[in-house]
């Protein structure tokens, strides 16, 4: 990979990866481990387990585990090599590399980081002190910057000449050029790319300065925003301006405000609302949302979602579904940015915050109000035009609730919607499902009705993971089967991506089982049916650890008895529906550890 394997090992030693996982993830303390929210998917109960005393994590929703590095890098979208790299720098470790190229380049990025710093302090003085700043100060000031804010952001003034950067910082020209600070010009001379703009320093979500976003004065010819050309340090489609401040914020409130300008994300945290980030003169990206989902489950917008389009918003119910991911619309006054409501209104802009609504809602919503439903014929038109803004959400149960809550407004029969929304446009009734193998394909028998069940909680578990794998085989286990039978069902369904007709090497009686249970309907939802897994499973576990008492000496049986004394009242509230569905994570996390030798 790269780098030196005793240098992997003392990284991965010396991180604490209850620290590294908590800049992603609110962790609590539960008995010996650490559990949260997974950042790897959407879940409103904690599933997500770190084990410090062996430096690893394990998710038994989605199967996610592994130490420290893998964290980093499958919470911040990194190789290997960026990801230890990234920890490295953490615990002030000197990396060496096996291939000389690899340590070239991350010195030569490491440079850039620090030419950039330089950069940003030059810039910054020259707001502060210089003669040529004065208009630059008082246009700040104008805008309700106090001092403390245009030091805390590290603004700064570019003057209005073509070389000052270039002649005064003391920095190899290469490298300004290659941080995108400087050009050749026609004639091969030096130039500063900023020239006459307020800069505003952006930073990667560690805090290193990689770019530089620049306002014109007011007045000035030219474009009013600029921003630096990507580098080696910076792709625009991936920073976020602000993450590097609002992180930790994010990760509390389990929420991110995405703004448009750098003016807005300051506005927001100067009323207090500190978990608000901007694209850097870009729309929202997929890679911006998958850099926002491993800090966040929520997302609102704070700029004019519905001038972003139709394309836009598809996309963006897209990526809710694919990142488990709620997004939902602060509507700001007409004609105001968050930036100057900030400083004429802060109440309304918490309150916009605050009264955000579902992104769907949002749009159903334009497209209603303000029509004249007063007629039959009016409130078809309405409905047509809200049901296309239905129609784009992939989820057929959001678009289900839609549908009834349309039908109440409008007054018309909600099945008369349902119909025309399946036919709506080329009368291809609707858009295909994502992700999910349909079960029905071939020769599958109409379902047969309820009557079949509650037979065994592991058969219902195996027609659940045949009729909607998607939803179940994620938080499913070895651990939870205890008939010999099921379990190699089970296991065969797994190796066969869950389609008993892909079932492969495996006895007469599997198939038959998973013959037999593809034809029943299940009754059951999945979370109870994990329940009973789990509580079977835990009693199971609880026998194990009584006999385990009476065979062993007194220092186990001691403490064998504090894990019994965990594990009896959390079996409990398994049986009771308030406190199930926080209690099954917890026992899952366990079994699964317990399982596989881990506890
Ligand atoms: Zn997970």
């Known amino acids: 990979m790269g780098i030196v394997d005793d240098d992997i090992a003392r990284v991965r030693d010396a991180s604490d990866i209850v620290a590294?996982?908590?800049?992603?993830?609110?962790?609590?303390?539960?008995?010996?481990?650490?559990?949260?929210?997974?950042?790897?998917?959407?879940e409103k109960s904690p599933s997500f387990s770190v084990n410090s005393d062996q430096g690893l994590y394990y998710c038994f929703g989605c199967g996610a585990k592994g130490d420290v590095i893998t964290f980093v890098r499958e919470a911040e979208h990194l190789d290997f090599a960026a990801a230890v790299e990234r920890l490295a720098a953490k615990s002030?470790?000197?990396?060496?590399?096996?291939?000389?190229?690899?340590?070239?380049?991350?010195?030569?990025?490491?440079?850039?980081?620090?030419?950039?710093?330089?950069?940003?302090?030059?810039?910054?003085?020259?707001?502060?002190?210089?003669?040529?700043?004065?208009?630059?100060?008082?246009?700040?000031?104008?805008?309700?910057?106090?001092?403390?804010?245009?030091?805390?952001?590290?603004?700064?003034?570019?003057?209005?000449?073509?070389?000052?950067?270039?002649?005064?910082?003391?920095?190899?020209?290469?490298?300004?050029?290659?941080?995108?600070?400087?050009?050749?010009?026609?004639?091969?001379?030096?130039?500063?790319?900023?020239?006459?703009?307020?800069?505003?320093?952006?930073?990667?979500?560690?805090?290193?300065?990689?770019?530089?976003?620049?306002?014109?004065?007011?007045?000035?010819?030219?474009?009013?925003?600029?921003?630096?050309?990507?580098?080696s340090i910076y792709d625009k489609s991936r920073v976020l301006y602000g993450l590097n401040w609002a992180k930790a914020d994010i990760v509390t409130s389990d929420e991110a405000i995405v703004c448009e300008g750098y003016t807005d994300v300051i506005g927001f945290a100067a009323v207090g609302v500190g978990r608000a980030v901007a694209t850097c003169g870009t729309a929202l990206t997929?890679?911006?949302?998958?850099?926002?989902?491993?800090?966040?489950?929520?997302?609102?917008?704070?700029?004019?979602?519905?001038?972003?389009?139709?394309?836009?918003?598809?996309?963006?119910?897209?990526?809710?579904?694919?990142?488990?991911?709620?997004?939902?619309?602060?509507?700001?006054?007409?004609?105001?940015?968050?930036?100057?409501?900030?400083?004429?209104?802060?109440?309304?802009?918490?309150?916009?915050?605050?009264?955000?609504?579902?992104?769907?809602r949002f749009r159903v919503d334009r497209v209603l109000n303000g029509r004249d439903l007063s007629t039959a014929e009016a409130r078809a038109r309405a409905a047509t035009a809200a049901l296309e803004v239905i129609g784009s959400h992939p989820d057929p149960l959001v678009r289900d609730q839609y549908v009834m809550d349309l039908a109440d407004r409008l007054r018309l029969p909600p099945d008369e919607l349902r119909t025309r929304l399946a036919h709506r446009g080329s009368g291809g009734g609707g858009r295909p499902e994502r992700g999910?193998?349909?079960?029905?394909?071939?020769?599958?028998?109409?379902?047969?009705?309820?009557?079949?069940?509650?037979?065994?909680?592991?058969?219902?578990?195996?027609?659940l993971v045949l009729a909607v794998p998607d939803e179940v085989a994620p938080s499913l286990h070895d651990a939870l089967f205890a008939d010999p039978l099921c379990l190699d069902a089970y296991r065969a369904l797994g190796t066969a991506g869950w389609r008993a007709a892909q079932l492969a090497d495996t006895s007469d009686e599997v198939v038959a089982l998973v013959q037999r249970l593809g034809v029943e309907q299940p009754v059951s939802e999945p979370a109870e049916v994990i329940e009973r897994l789990a509580e079977a499973a835990g009693q199971r576990q609880l026998a194990i650890l009584g006999n385990e008492a009476r065979m062993s000496g007194d220092e186990r049986a001691l403490e064998v008895a504090g894990v019994v004394a965990w594990l009896k009242p959390l079996l409990e509230s398994l049986r009771d529906p308030r406190t199930a569905p926080e209690a099954a994570p917890v026992l899952l996390a366990w079994l699964i550890d317990r399982y596989e030798g881990r506890a």
């Open 20 to 42: 590294v996982v908590s800049e992603h993830v609110q962790l609590k303390r539960v008995g010996r481990r650490w559990s949260g929210l997974c950042p790897f998917h959407a």
């Open 92 to 231: 002030n470790i000197t990396l060496r590399y096996t291939d000389a190229r690899d340590g070239e380049n991350r010195k030569r990025r490491s440079r850039l980081v620090e030419v950039m710093e330089a950069a940003v302090d030059f810039y910054h003085q020259r707001l502060l002190e210089a003669p040529d700043a004065a208009a630059a100060r008082k246009y700040l000031r104008s805008r309700g910057f106090s001092s403390e804010e245009v030091r805390h952001y590290r603004l700064g003034w570019a003057p209005d000449a073509w070389d000052t950067l270039v002649r005064d910082l003391p920095q190899p020209r290469e490298l300004l050029v290659e941080a995108g600070l400087a050009f050749m010009n026609q004639r091969g001379r030096p130039t500063d790319a900023f020239r006459g703009r307020v800069l505003f320093p952006i930073f990667n979500a560690n805090g290193d300065p990689v770019a530089f976003g620049g306002r014109l004065m007011p007045g000035a010819e030219g474009p009013k925003y600029k921003n630096s050309s990507g580098s």
């Open 286 to 360: 997929e890679d911006h949302v998958r850099t926002l989902r491993s800090y966040a489950s929520r997302v609102v917008l704070a700029f004019d979602a519905d001038a972003a389009g139709q394309n836009a918003a598809e996309r963006f119910h897209e990526w809710e579904q694919r990142h488990g991911l709620e997004v939902s619309v602060a509507a700001m006054p007409v004609g105001s940015d968050p930036g100057d409501l900030a400083r004429t209104d802060p109440d309304a802009l918490r309150q916009a915050v605050a009264d955000a609504i579902p992104f769907l």
């Open 436 to 463: 999910r193998p349909d079960p029905t394909a071939g020769t599958r028998p109409a379902p047969t009705p309820v009557a079949v069940l509650h037979d065994s909680p592991e058969l219902e578990a195996l027609r």
